[in-house]
């Protein structure tokens, strides 16, 4: 298989980072690293998911890098975690400085067993190409991101000078005593002042001070104890010995007014008149 890219990075900064297995295990898209590290002879070792068609399908391996001839190459096999299929891989890239990036170029081997040789070969050539392409773009980014690091740093370490190459000089004088550059005009006077020596800047401007703030007085004890009262609620034992104020106080009966209390006890009189009456006129029938 063959595949070329160009890349707007300096070909020794995407090369460093081609050759860092930790950062090439960043740039391949799907692949999470074993925990324990790499074992002999690997320098990733790892867990890769790859999307083929319709399917994903995980494959457990390590990956080797060899630098040879000025070429990186990526040596590496797997096995599927769910299946007996088996995969090897060669992939050399070659990088070829531009004059305004690298151009890298691609080229390699699969040997493949299980579920991928069952995919068709178009699925296979979208797979690679996806892959490679995700590979060479997060690659090209770290790269970017090492050289503008670099650069940074480098160009911190001048010297200001100024028009004519000399080394600019601070606020202090040449002789080192420190007076003052240009504070004072050609006939020595200072150059806040004016014709007639008066100051440029003014009178000062002051501003008056905001009036005090006046506070409430403070309340009595007596009236201060009755207002918390009021505000948080009464005591517990004024609730346990008064009788219920608001809403739920009880109603008072109403007081009797004077007519009841007359017929109250008219009725009494009458009934005790009309029994004396009742009395009477049989004693005066017996006696007849």
Request: negative net charge; glycine residues 14%; charged residues 25%.
């Amino acid at each position: 298989m063959e595949h070329e890219v160009f890349v707007p990075v300096p070909a020794e900064a995407l090369r460093a980072v081609l050759t860092d297995p930790d950062r090439v295990a960043r740039c391949v898209p799907g692949l999470q690293r074993d925990a324990a590290g790499a074992g002999a002879g690997e320098d990733l070792a790892g867990r890769l998911r790859l999307r083929v068609g319709g399917h994903t399908i995980t494959y457990r391996g390590g990956l080797r890098i060899v630098e040879r001839d000025g070429a990186i190459t990526y040596e590496g096999e797997g096995t599927e975690a769910r299946g007996k299929g088996a995969v090897e891989v060669s992939l050399t890239v070659v990088l070829t400085p531009a004059a305004e990036g690298t151009g890298l170029g691609f080229t390699g081997a699969l040997t493949a067993t299980g579920r991928l040789a069952e995919e068709p070969d178009e699925a296979r050539e979208v797979a690679r190409v996806r892959l490679l392409d995700a590979f060479v773009e997060a690659a090209a980014g770290l790269a970017a991101d090492a050289a503008e690091a670099e650069e940074t740093s480098g160009g911190g370490d001048g010297t200001a000078t100024d028009a004519g190459g000399a080394e600019i000089a601070g606020a202090d004088g040449a002789d080192g005593t420190g007076d003052d550059v240009g504070t004072s005009g050609a006939d020595g006077t200072d150059r806040a002042s004016g014709a007639d020596g008066a100051d440029l800047f003014g009178d000062e401007v002051f501003r008056e001070a905001p009036a005090p703030v006046e506070l409430p007085s403070p309340q009595p004890a007596a009236e201060a104890a009755h207002a918390r009262r009021t505000m948080i609620g009464r005591s517990a034992e004024e609730v346990d010995h008064a009788p219920p104020r608001g809403r739920y106080a009880p109603v008072p009966a109403p007081e009797p007014s004077g007519a009841g209390a007359t017929l109250r006890w008219v009725a009494p009189a009458a009934a005790l008149a009309l029994a004396s009456a009742v009395i009477v006129g049989r004693a005066l029938r017996r006696r007849r």
